[in-house]
């Protein structure tokens, strides 16, 4: 993957982030536990782009970190795939159910979801340098 292309995902990660803060703060949690799921989608992308130059074609956020764990060898990614299992639920629920079946998400559960990306984006940007 070009640089290019590869910078076009972090952008695209860092708006659907704010977008999603924007959401939040309008009360539309569905919407903004759809743009956080993406976020965290494009934030791995981009990593794995970085690190091996393409990234597998899955919307699977779990999948993304297991195959980000083997690349990098990354421990504190490890430790927050294992502790945040039910976040992880949530956000790739997100993803599926706001484009095909109705659902609802809560506060608590999108500030969980943006707590996991906060979490997630410091942990990728060590792997950027």
Same mark, same amino acid.
Do not use: C
């Given at each position: 993957?070009?640089?290019?292309?590869?910078?076009? !995902?972090?952008?695209?990660?860092?708006?659907?982030?704010?977008?999603?803060?924007?959401?939040?703060?309008?009360?539309?949690?569905?919407?903004?536990?759809?743009?956080?799921?993406?976020?965290?989608?494009?934030? !791995?992308?981009?990593?794995?782009? !970085?690190?091996?130059?393409?990234?597998?074609?899955?919307?699977? !956020?779990?999948?993304?970190?297991?195959?980000?764990?083997?690349?990098?060898?990354?421990?504190?990614?490890?430790?927050?795939?294992?502790?945040?299992?039910?976040?992880?639920?949530?956000?790739?629920?997100?993803?599926?159910?706001?484009?095909?079946?109705?659902?609802?998400?809560?506060?608590?559960?999108?500030?969980?979801?943006?707590?996991?990306?906060?979490?997630?984006?410091?942990?990728?940007?060590?792997?950027?340098?």
């Amino acid at each position: 993957m070009a640089k290019n292309e590869a910078k076009l !995902l972090k952008e695209r990660a860092e708006k659907f982030y704010f977008y999603a803060n924007q959401a939040f703060k309008n009360e539309d949690f569905e919407i903004a536990a759809f743009n956080f799921e993406q976020s965290a989608q494009l934030y !791995l992308k981009y990593t794995l782009s !970085l690190l091996i130059g393409d990234f597998p074609k899955t919307h699977e !956020l779990r999948k993304l970190m297991k195959e980000l764990i083997k690349v990098a060898k990354s421990k504190e990614l490890l430790k927050l795939l294992n502790e945040q299992q039910n976040v992880i639920s949530d956000l790739e629920a997100a993803y599926f159910t706001s484009r095909y079946l109705p659902a609802t998400f809560y506060k608590k559960q999108v500030e969980n979801m943006k707590n996991f990306v906060d979490e997630l984006q410091e942990i990728l940007e060590k792997l950027w340098t």
